[in-house]
């Protein structure tokens, strides 16, 4: 990948010279980030073995574009001396002041995450990679949660922050899951549908559920307790209504509490004094 000057410049048209050479370095590191924080070396590897004009190698060579532009900014226009380091000038050319600079570096750290979450939602939707993707280090469908993806949990809740930000806080959404939900509907029921949710194939019943079940996830990680207990309620009141059609949760614990006969009440002996 970026083999040419001309093909970083097609990702970033302002590149000026007619050498590769300078970038090299930075496009190295820029690899090696990708397949540490991302991809993996296996994954990166078949990428780059693809016909150029895919959609992924696309996708990867404008991140690397990007990320080895990044950080080749700061080095750019600044070459050693027997004094030091000196700043690159000319008859025509005058360096950009420190907050230009400043605001390059920026604009590009927002293209960065922005190829990053590009990357990651075409990896997402696209099962013919699965296999490799599921290895990577930044593979970002979690596959124990019923909001799996960082744009369907947008869909349902708010979320500051990027896919990686969001795979992040994987513990966070357990933690959600295991103290607000799974005691509501139990733990068999619970499991059933994360199993289907992470295989694409969640039955017609459990599809009657899901929905508030998203709602409740999304609400309690906002911290929005009334619409996360008004969501999950809902889905008590289905279950209840019509077990037969839920097997994992007639089949739990909480049903069998839920259903046990009251104990009944002793009369207390009466005894005068």
Known sequence: MLKTIEIMRGYIPTIAGGSIAKYEQAI???????????????????IE??????????????LLAYKAYRLAIPKLDLVETANGFAVVDDDKLVP?????????????????????????DYLEDTPAYRGLWSNAPAFTVMTDSFLPTLREFRRYGSFVG??????????????VILRYIEPRIS??????????????????????????LK??????????????EQSIARVRRMLEADPDAFPAFKASELYAEITSPAPEKKEQPFFVM
């Not at 190295?28 to 078949?46: C, K, N, Q, Y």
């Not at 950009?96 to 990651?120: C, D, K, N, P, Y």
């Open 28 to 46: 190295a590191d820029a690899r090696s980030w990708i397949i540490a924080t991302l991809l993996g070396r296996e994954f990166m590897v078949e």
């Open 49 to 62: 073995a693809m016909d150029s004009e895919s959609e992924l190698y696309r996708c990867t060579e404008r």
């Open 96 to 120: 950009a002041s420190r907050e230009r600079v400043a605001a390059l570096v920026s604009s590009f750290e927002a293209s960065i995450t922005q190829a990053v979450g590009e990357l990651l």
């Open 162 to 175: 990027n896919n990686l930000d969001f795979m992040a806080e994987r513990p966070v959404f357990q933690s």
């Open 187 to 212: 733990r068999e029921l619970t499991r059933a549908i994360l199993d289907e949710v992470a295989a694409d194939n969640v039955s017609e019943n459990h599809r009657r559920i899901l929905s508030d």
């Open 215 to 228: 709602f409740a996830l999304a609400a309690f990680y906002n911290e929005r307790m009334e619409l996360g």
